[in-house]
C-alpha cells in the first residue's frame, strides 16, 4: 500500500503537479487513486470539468513512475 502521507509522496505528488499543469489545491485529488486499483480510476466525462479526471490520472500515473510503483499492482 502506498504511503499518501510520507514526505517521499508528498513530493512527488507536488513534481507530478508541476510537471502536468496540476494546481497545488487540486492535488489531493489525486491522493485516492494511488488507494485505489488503476482500474478504477476515472475516464474523462467529456463535460469540461475543473480538474478534468484525465489530468488526475496523469498525476497519479507520474507519482507512480517517481516513486518506482507499479500502478497496475495497486489495491
Given at each position: 500500500m502506498v504511503d499518501v502521507r510520507?514526505?517521499?509522496?508528498n513530493r512527488a505528488l507536488q513534481q507530478a503537479g508541476e510537471e502536468c499543469g496540476l494546481q497545488d489545491?487540486?492535488?489531493a485529488c489525486v491522493r485516492p487513486l494511488?488507494?485505489?486499483?488503476?482500474t478504477q480510476w476515472p475516464t474523462c466525462c467529456g463535460s469540461n470539468c475543473e480538474p478534468c479526471s484525465q489530468i488526475l490520472v496523469r498525476v497519479a500515473a507520474r507519482v507512480c513512475e517517481l516513486l518506482a510503483i507499479d500502478p497496475h499492482e495497486l489495491k
Open positions: 510520507s514526505p517521499e509522496f489545491y487540486y492535488r494511488l488507494l485505489m486499483p488503476m
